[in-house]
Each structure stands twice: as structure tokens, then as C-alpha cells.
């Protein structure tokens, strides 16, 4: 069963606009969800988790539980936050992360 | 940049070969795991090991072996029993077990031919 759903591969918006990833998951407890980005030739790396509350680099990202969703938002897209993005859900009591699919974000100048 | 290494960082092999791929990390952490990219598809995960000497498989683990003797090394064995090896490999660890980050390494483009 698809844990982990991100309908978007590919998502373009231009720069200054505002953006949404969109992530929805299956899990019936209280899931503790992550994104993580991938830039262009670097390593995959945690950018935020549901449970630190955090906003980096610019990024929120809000639990809703009523809709399953876990999307990844910016007010105003910038050209470096283009990259391959992927939210993660850790499954049950085990590391054991799903991932989504990804979407892979450009930002037009 | 060190943490988490993977090597090689190319790797070509011939069919019904196996092929063992590396990975170290000095990050101190007890849980290690291995990912599978492939496009359109996410990261599948294969093995991961909690702790020394114990690993459980994932998703997607066969055709694939792994050890896990010391604390900071878990190499991936792509087995020719593996039906489609050609792929990209990430290695991971984190902390311990739980939903604690997962530090990635550079991966491992494997193509078999």
C-alpha cells in the first residue's frame, strides 16, 4: 500500500511566486513526517520535520490530519530552491522510511 | 564533507557478476541503511541494520546481501540473482532507532550490462 503520496513530479512556478508541494500519506496513528531535498549534484538531506516546527529556508510545512497532508509551502520561490524534493514517512515503531515518489521543483527566473 | 561515504562512485559490471558496493560513516551512528533510487519511483529501501551484527531486509531485497561487522561499515552486495541491478544506490544512517534524520551519502550509480 502506497504509505506516501506525492501527486506532483514535476512543478514549475516562477521566481518570487509563492509554491506548494503537496504530500499526502496513509497511516493511521500519529505520523511523524519529514521532507528532505536533493539539489543538483549534492546529497539527499533532511530539510524539515513535523515535529521541530521549523522553518528553513523560508519552508513551512503543516500536518493535517483531517486531510492527510503533509504539503511543503514557500511564500516566495526563490531560483536556489530548485531541486528534487521528497517527503518521508517513518513507518510504525522501526526506522523504516517511506518515501514519496518526489517532485522536482524548478524555479523560472 | 565527510559523515557518510560511499565509493565507488561509478560502477560497471557485466551480468551474472556480483558486485559489492561500500559504505562508511564516522558519524557514531548505530543504524545504517540502504536505499534504492530509480526515476519515478522514490527511494525503495533494502536492508537497514539497527545495530553491529544484525540487519533486517526491506522492500526490496532480493537479489541483494549485506553484513554489517563493524559499527561504521555496510556494504551492499548486488547479487546476479538481482533482476534489474542498474541503478542508483544511496546509503544511509542516523542515530539510532527511530524517527531521528537520516544522513545520506553520494551514492553509487551501478549499471550492469
Known amino acids: 500500500a502506497q504509505r506516501v503520496t506525492q501527486p506532483e513530479k514535476l512543478l514549475s512556478v516562477f521566481k518570487g511566486a509563492p509554491v506548494e508541494l503537496k504530500c499526502n500519506y496513509s497511516?493511521?496513528?500519529?505520523?511523524?513526517l519529514f521532507w528532505y531535498v536533493q539539489y543538483s549534484r549534492q546529497r539527499l538531506q533532511l530539510l524539515l520535520r513535523?515535529?521541530s516546527r521549523e522553518s528553513i529556508k523560508g519552508f513551512t510545512a503543516d500536518l493535517n490530519k483531517g486531510e492527510t497532508s503533509f504539503h511543503l509551502k514557500k511564500p516566495f520561490a526563490q531560483e536556489e530552491d530548485s531541486a528534487m524534493y521528497y517527503c518521508?514517512?517513518?513507518?510504525?515503531?522501526?526506522?523504516?522510511?517511506?518515501f514519496g515518489t518526489g517532485t522536482s521543483l524548478t524555479v523560472i527566473p | 564533507d565527510g559523515g557518510i561515504t560511499q565509493s565507488p562512485k561509478y560502477l560497471f559490471r557485466k551480468e551474472g557478476q556480483n558486485v559489492t558496493l561500500s559504505c562508511e560513516q564516522n558519524l557514531n551512528h548505530d543504524a545504517m541503511y540502504w536505499y534504492r533510487q530509480d526515476p519515478g519511483q522514490g527511494l525503495r529501501l533494502i536492508y537497514y541494520?539497527?545495530?553491529?551484527?544484525?540487519?533486517q531486509k526491506g522492500d526490496i531485497a532480493e537479489g541483494y546481501s549485506v553484513s554489517r561487522e563493524k559499527k561504521e561499515s555496510f556494504p551492499l552486495t548486488v547479487t546476479s540473482a538481482q533482476k534489474n541491478p542498474t541503478a542508483f544506490y544511496l546509503c544511509?544512517?542516523?542515530?539510532?532507532?527511530?524517527?531521528?534524520?537520516?544522513?545520506f551519502g553520494p551514492g553509487t550509480r551501478l549499471t550492469v550490462t
Open positions: 497511516y493511521s496513528g500519529s505520523p511523524e
Open positions: 544511509a544512517s542516523s542515530m539510532g532507532w527511530g524517527p531521528y534524520e537520516q544522513y
Open positions: 541494520s539497527q545495530i553491529v551484527n544484525d540487519f
Open positions: 513535523h515535529i
Open positions: 518521508a514517512l517513518p513507518f510504525d515503531s522501526i526506522n523504516q522510511f517511506y
